[in-house]
């Protein structure tokens, strides 16, 4: 049975996408690509950097045709 906080993130993070793998912030970002809740998320700021993450942590930023690989 899942755990009434768990169930709460997940509708949480549902509200914060934005698109499929998507979110509306680096927060939202980072726990979807958590265990239990998946492993791959992105984050796009207001400056159009995007920022994907696997396994909660930071895998690659890409910006203006640049990318940098944190693997």
Do not use: C, R
Request: cysteine-free.
């Amino acid at each position: 049975m899942e755990s009434e906080t768990l169930g709460q993130i997940k509708e949480w993070l549902e509200e914060q996408k934005i698109e499929k793998d998507t979110y509306k912030s680096h927060k939202a970002a980072i726990i979807s690509s958590s265990d239990p809740f998946g492993l791959f998320a992105t984050y796009k700021d207001e400056m159009g950097v995007v920022y994907e993450y696997t396994n909660g942590k930071i895998e690659s930023v890409h910006y203006n045709g640049k990318s940098v690989d944190y693997t």
